[in-house]
């Protein structure tokens, strides 16, 4: 019974910011790994970048340096900071969860998923 619900999404302007939220509820989220995927249309969902129990990260190519995952496990909480968006990072953003405490990029290997929250970044 975990729910992930993000906040954040918006239009923004190439060359921009955005600081994704993701509050986890109903499980014990200091022990799962975190991660973002994104999908935009006609694309499938890719892997964004994930935390695991103890604050490792992984960060796919087409964001390094740009985007930073954090986390707050006194407020139950992942981020999602962006920056220097580009109309590429167009996509609805999804928060998920593993009842692990390790990191996977694989959508299969997640249990729990958010709605998910439109990212639109113009040129």
């Known amino acids: 019974q975990v729910q992930l619900v993000e906040s954040g999404g918006g239009l923004v302007q190439a060359g921009g910011s955005l600081r994704l939220s993701c509050a986890a509820s109903?499980?014990?989220?200091?022990?799962?790994?975190m991660g973002w995927f994104r999908q935009a249309p006609g694309k499938e969902r890719e892997f964004v970048t994930g935390i695991n129990w103890s604050g490792g990260t992984y960060v796919a190519d087409s964001v390094k340096g740009r985007f930073t995952i954090s986390r707050d496990n006194a407020k139950n909480t992942v981020y999602l900071q962006m920056n220097s968006l580009k109309p590429e990072d167009t996509a609805v953003y999804y928060c998920?969860?593993?009842?692990?405490?390790?990191?996977?990029?694989?959508?299969?290997?997640?249990?729990?998923w958010g709605q998910g929250t439109q990212v639109t970044v113009s040129s």
């Open positions: 998920a969860a593993r009842s692990t405490e390790w990191l996977a990029t694989k959508g299969y290997d997640y249990d729990y």
């Open positions: 109903g499980g014990t989220f200091s022990s799962y790994a």
